[in-house]
């Protein structure tokens, strides 16, 4: 008689969905605040496209980077993105306030132009690096504690995907 690890918690699967949901309503709400503070343009969302892609990538190569692992890293993880989030929550009402300042350091000609677009994106990237950096640790983690519990690792990573994919798609929705 074979007997196969049980699968990983449904835990796991609630994590990916709750991740993929916040990380794209995040992104979305972020689009809308940036259009608002800085003007609606193709450049706003480019710049926090390019910002989340950025800060995920980082997560997930962070995660790469731990040699072992702690059992109860998923949940220090998942504190960390909540309390940062409330903490990224409570500027947001400024960030009109403060890209005006930005925008002040900058004459309104075409050269300064890119240099005030790339100040904006170092600002937005300094804010939003340890929210979406943490929330782009998350899949890699969920990957990890699946890998360890269970025998079909390629069947329990497409549902991981799927799921936080669902998720996604809830997220830009809602």
């Known amino acids: ?65 731990i040699k072992e692992i702690p059992s109860y890293a998923i949940w220090l993880l998942q504190f960390l993105i909540g309390f940062s989030l409330l903490c990224l929550y409570r500027t947001i009402d400024s960030w009109p306030y403060y890209t005006h300042i930005i925008r002040t350091f900058f004459t309104h000609n075409q050269q300064t132009f890119p240099v005030y677009y790339g100040a904006l994106t170092l600002a937005l990237t300094l804010l939003l690096i340890v929210p979406i950096a943490l929330c782009g640790a998350t899949l890699p983690l969920c990957f990890h504690f699946a890998k360890n519990s269970s025998i079909k690792l390629g069947s329990e990573s497409g549902k991981l995907y799927a799921i936080n994919t669902v998720g996604c798609v809830l997220g830009a929705l809602l």
């Open 1 to 65: 008689v074979e007997t196969q690890n049980p699968s990983p918690a449904k835990w796991l699967w609630l994590i990916a969905f709750i991740s993929g949901f916040v990380t794209i309503s995040l992104e979305t709400i972020t689009i809308r605040l940036m259009g608002l503070s800085a003007g609606s343009s193709t450049y706003a969302f480019s710049i926090i496209v390019g910002i989340f892609i950025f800060c995920i990538a980082l997560g997930g190569f962070l995660v790469g980077r």
